[in-house]
């Protein structure tokens, strides 16, 4: 009777592991793991004030204060291959366990209404 137990008791744990799985597989999103994507991030706007510090390989590192669509404020560490233009907008987005992932310039009248108004 035992050992009869122990074999359904592994049953039923292959049987959750299994179906687990499947919801895991239906459920997956590629897009939200591209770095260049929106999906399953935090979009920040920022504004070029200072120059980078040169980093490793030749990036440079810029220490900023962005803010959210709501102008809720966060500090923010990013990189780009080469120097950002001083005054530009920049939009970051920005993952809970790997920071920045991506960043591009734009424009002033695409920034959201609250954080124009931080930038005024």
């Known amino acids: 009777m035992k050992f009869k137990l122990s074999k359904v008791i592994l049953l039923l744990v292959g049987l959750v ?5 499947c919801a895991m597989l239906f459920s997956y999103d590629a ?3 591209s770095p260049d994507h929106p999906k399953g991030k935090d979009i920040y706007y ?3 004030t200072e ?10 590192i810029y220490q900023v204060i962005g ?5 809720k404020e966060k500090e923010l560490e990013f990189s780009a291959g080469h120097q ?3 005054g530009a907008y920049i939009q970051l987005y920005h993952t809970k366990f790997r920071g920045v992932t991506y960043w591009q310039e734009v424009s002033f009248e695409e920034l959201p209404a609250a954080v124009q108004e931080q930038f005024q």
């Open 46 to 48: 920022t504004v070029i």
């Open 31 to 33: 897009d939200k793991l």
């Open 51 to 60: 120059e980078g510090t040169e980093g490793n390989s030749d990036r440079h």
């Open 84 to 86: 950002l233009r001083q």
């Open 67 to 71: 803010y959210d669509e709501n102008a």
């Open 17 to 21: 592991i299994m179906v687990g799985g």
